[in-house]
């Protein structure tokens, strides 16, 4: 609610926040596939026709025989397939590497320490991206038994500070991680938005995914338009073995599979799931350039993907977080996170800096 004494008291905050892409709706293509999958009774725990089509849809997007297994969530992804990895290591004293803000590190409440029983050897990074420096370093580790192995290695694309690895990067991790005899996954909870970011096409999705060598891939839906569907992707089938039991161990197996499988049917179709992350980074980007000649805030440089993390002066950080709400990012030294989602809009960010304008015309 909004403070009565506040200058934004009698303005209308954005219809759409820019708190998060979790905070967004369903997609109506994918409610519509929802309501088609409603009819009749259908096979459970996957042998129905929507779930078969889905597979399809993901062999075309990657035009190869991938191995595709539905969870409801994105942790749950994460856990399958950094599970089903682990079952392809030569030993149990193998660990992931990661950056220090990766999701799985960071915002996953330790389940893959407690359900994987390994360790994440958890790698400095400014915005979340790591090197192939940084994993040859951890390399010191091999061959000494005092030390975990490292025998995963799990990116995020866009990185959970925005930032995005070209395919080039991404093969350079895929190269060393290989040649050290690890394997590679990829967080992707973002994937529409860092597809939509390198070119827009299958083509592109291909060059830092199945081209540059991933193992596996978590494949997100929620944040782009699925009311709760993600998609881990087996781009390597030499790793897949076991995935359809761990999953069913790590409980990301759904008896009614088809409404799981119909989200993914209304996303992939005509590559919506692209354009909608095109439009979510469009309106970070329309935000930040519609505040950019701000003094008073410390924007940072434009976003790659859909979010930005700028400074803002305490006295209208609070008043326009209580007018529209977002997260702190670092409290301490007033930074915030701006995120866009699928269905954000240009009246959305218009009105969302109408409100900081005159919060910052008040205050100066
Ligand atoms: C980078 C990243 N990975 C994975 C997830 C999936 O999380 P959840 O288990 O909430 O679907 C998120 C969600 O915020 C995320 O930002």
Not at 40 to 54: L, M, S
Not at 226 to 238: D, I, T
Not at 246 to 255: A, F, H
């Amino acid at each position: 609610m909004t403070d009565p004494t506040s200058p934004l008291a009698d303005l209308a905050p954005p219809i759409r926040s820019f708190a998060s892409d979790n905070f967004a709706g369903v997609h109506p293509a994918v409610l519509e596939q929802i309501g088609r999958a409603d009819a009749g009774h259908q096979p459970a725990y996957g042998d129905d026709i929507h779930t078969a089509r889905c597979v399809e849809r993901f062999n075309e997007l990657f035009d190869a025989d991938v191995g595709t297994r539905l969870t409801f969530n994105g942790t749950g992804a994460n856990i399958l397939a950094l599970a089903t990895l682990m079952g392809h290591l030569p030993g149990p004293h193998h660990a992931i590497v990661c950056s220090s803000w990766a999701h799985i590190n960071i915002d996953e409440t330790g389940a893959p320490e407690r359900l994987l029983a390994t360790k994440l050897i958890d790698l400095a990074s400014d915005n979340g991206k790591i090197t192939p420096d940084q994993l040859r370093e951890v390399g010191h580790f091999q061959g000494n038994v005092h030390h975990v192995q490292p025998g995963i290695v799990s990116i995020t694309q866009p990185t959970e500070l925005g930032a995005l690895y070209t395919p080039a990067e991404i093969k350079a991790i895929c190269d060393t991680a290989h040649e050290m005899g690890m394997l590679v996954h990829i967080d992707g909870a973002r994937i529409a938005n860092a597809t939509a970011a390198l070119g827009g096409t299958r083509e592109a999705l291909r060059s830092f995914t199945i081209d540059a060598g991933v193992d596996v891939l978590s494949f997100g839906g929620t944040k782009i338009g699925a009311m709760g569907a993600e998609a881990v992707v087996f781009l390597n089938p030499a790793v897949a073995a076991g995935s359809e039991f761990l999953r069913k161990q790590v409980t990301q197996l759904s008896s009614k599979m088809r409404y799981l499988a119909a989200q993914f049917n209304g996303l992939l179709a005509d590559d919506l799931w692209i354009e909608l992350g095109a439009n979510a980074n469009g309106m970070a980007l329309a935000l930040h350039a519609q505040v950019a000649d701000l003094p008073a805030i410390e924007l940072g440089p434009a976003p790659e993907a859909n979010s930005m993390y700028p400074f803002l002066p305490k006295e209208v950080l609070e008043p326009l977080q209580q007018w529209s709400f977002f997260w702190d990012w670092d409290e301490s030294r007033n930074q915030v996170r701006w995120m866009a989602g699928w269905d954000t809009t240009r009246a959305d960010v218009d009105q969302f800096v109408r409100g900081i304008r005159r919060l910052l015309e008040q205050s100066s």
